[in-house]
């Protein structure tokens, strides 16, 4: 896309005939409305080709979780040495009876194993529960059937999945479900549990519409990329060199007499009223005072944004690495629906991409300016493109692999964090036989069903997000760090500035016509006028350092 949105030579003579200018090494939005329409239009497709991929790509295949709808009963010990059970339950005698058939498929849990397993809303490897209770505690007779083991049931919800691990406390914890070193449930104090071992299951669920969508996007960016290899001849100026090297070949009439001009000089309207005489700045300036206070404001406000969260530290091991949790799930106070759910999940992606365009930018900047400094130092050949006798290949854009590396790791890692922050969960609940649907249930004297419906929401892994902000804390800092350098004393702040570049390429009439082949260095060219103006450009031949008391035009 920086290819792309980077101008010809002759639409930037076209816009600093009307006094603009344009970005040179870098991919900037105040060239789209100079460059060609087609090579807009492409740019344009490739754009909104790829905002889909960053809101659907990560979900187009996701996991399916199979939770347990699970019943809790209270049973006495007489239970599990085949006591006969009353009608007064009759709703759920078979499910009761093939539990108490198969009491050796159920695994006995002290009370702390049971509070910790069944504490999460998600149960995924036990079903149906027993809570054992003490003989004393509770006991009724029945006139047939004698004392009745099966004292009580309470139905799964998810809503309320653990309140009845507390008697029906929203906020329970292991700590305060126990009361002077008991546990009771229903007024009972439970001795065991017998819970009902199940295998794990999830399945690998795709979207059909949404791989479409992805393969679509994937087919338009790749037939851009080919159509811009192949068709899209016109030499652009991508880097710095590419615009050196076109000034220096044939000047830039527009940007004469104004040969201290920086950007910022360039953006305050100092082009209005060339020719001028300044003398030389020989400030060193901040790295970061190379790209524009606005994309460092937009960079960090965009940073914040994706690091909303304030988690507990204290509980987050408790909740897992990217896992599904019904404490760590999504509400917004209306069902989802799944596409909703999934561009909830990815918008940080989309966020963070932005960010990465936007830090890419800020160091691109950074560098571009301090290639161009390097200039002032000493005799340099030109980084270009296509590179003639005497001039340097290109490689790489404007950002050198030591930045670039650290900066692709970076990104990856955080898009790698986001997605465990926060996720698509799509959860099926299956009662102790496998099957989903509804399940009866009886609790006092009120019968009805509990009909625990699928869940496809948002979960989020505070684990994961504190990890994020870490990282991009560290990115921010880094980033400050780096823009706090100081360019040495040079040539004026021109960064990516068409007009600045143009300006300091203006060698005196004595130099060879093919001298942007060769070692280039700027400074003092030795050129005085009648009136004692002199002159600072890029020249094949030796240069003087700026003189401080000098004026320069």
């Not at 702390?112 to 209770?133: E, G, W």
């Not at 998810?158 to 309140?163: K, P, V």
């Not at 305060?176 to 299951?201: D, F, I």
């Not at 979207?207 to 479409?212: G, K, R, T």
Request: glycine share 6%; net charge neutral.
């Amino acid at each position: 896309m920086q290819r792309l949105c980077a101008p010809t030579r002759e639409e930037v003579d076209r816009a600093h005939a009307s006094k603009q200018w344009l970005d040179i090494g870098i991919l900037s939005l105040r060239n789209l409305t100079k460059i060609s329409r087609r090579r807009l239009a492409i740019w344009i497709v490739i754009m909104f080709s790829s905002i889909p991929l960053h809101l659907f790509y990560n979900s187009a295949v996701f996991a399916e979780l199979h939770a347990s709808s699970y019943m809790i009963r209270q049973v006495q010990e007489s239970f599990f040495h085949g006591a006969k059970l009353g009608y007064s339950y009759s709703y759920n005698y078979e499910e009761t009876k093939w539990l108490q058939n198969h009491i050796g498929q159920m695994n006995k849990l002290e009370n702390a194993d049971c509070i910790r397993t069944y504490l999460n809303p998600l149960v995924y490897d036990y079903s149906d529960v027993l809570l054992v209770i003490k003989d004393s505690t509770y006991t009724t007779e029945n006139k047939t059937y004698g004392y009745e083991p099966l004292l009580g049931t309470i139905p799964y919800s998810f809503a309320s999945a653990t309140n009845w691990i507390c008697n029906n406390s929203e906020d329970c914890t292991a700590d305060k479900s126990v009361s002077n070193g008991s546990w009771q449930v229903m007024r009972t104090e439970v001795k065991y549990c017998m819970a009902l071992k199940v295998p794990e299951e999830c399945a690998l669920k795709f979207s059909f519409v949404i791989l479409l969508t992805v393969i679509i996007c994937n087919f338009l960016k790749a037939a851009c990329m080919v159509y811009t290899v192949l068709r899209l001849s016109e030499p652009t100026l991508v880097t710095i060199g590419d615009a050196i090297n076109s000034f220096l070949q044939n000047s830039d009439k527009t940007a004469t007499g104004i040969c201290t001009a920086s950007r910022t000089s360039i953006k305050k309207g100092l082009w209005q009223s060339a020719p001028i005489r300044h003398e030389w700045d020989p400030s060193c300036h901040l790295w970061f005072r190379s790209s524009s206070a606005v994309r460092w404001i937009i960079t960090n406000i965009l940073t914040g944004l994706s690091n909303t969260n304030d988690p507990s530290v204290k509980h987050l091991p408790t909740f897992g690495f990217g896992d599904a949790n019904g404490q760590t799930l999504v509400s917004l106070g209306r069902e989802l629906s799944l596409i909703e759910n999934i561009l909830l999940a990815n918008a940080p992606q989309l966020i963070l991409s932005v960010l990465y365009v936007m830090y890419n930018s800020i160091y691109t900047c950074e560098l571009a300016q301090a290639e161009w400094t390097s200039f002032g130092k000493e005799a340099t050949k030109l980084r270009v493109t296509v590179p003639g006798k005497g001039q340097i290949s290109s490689y790489w854009l404007e950002l050198p692999y030591s930045y670039s590396l650290p900066l692709m790791v970076t990104a990856t890692v955080l898009h790698w964090l986001f997605s465990r922050s926060i996720f698509l969960v799509n959860i099926v609940f299956k009662d102790y036989r496998g099957k989903s649907g509804k399940r009866y249930q009886y609790s006092g004297e009120a019968s009805g069903e509990a009909n625990n419906a699928d869940i496809s929401q948002c979960g989020y892994s505070p684990l994961a997000i504190v990890l994020s902000a870490s990282l991009s804390t560290l990115f921010i800092i880094v980033g400050v760090a780096n823009g706090l350098r100081r360019y040495p004393a040079g040539p004026p702040l021109a960064a990516t500035c068409s007009a600045a570049l143009s300006a300091a390429c203006h060698p005196p009439p004595e130099e060879a016509p093919d001298l942007a082949f060769g070692p280039v260095q700027w400074g003092d060219v030795g050129t005085v006028t009648e009136d004692g103006i002199r002159h600072l450009s890029l020249s094949g031949l030796r240069v003087q350092p700026p003189d401080l008391h000098a004026l320069y035009s």
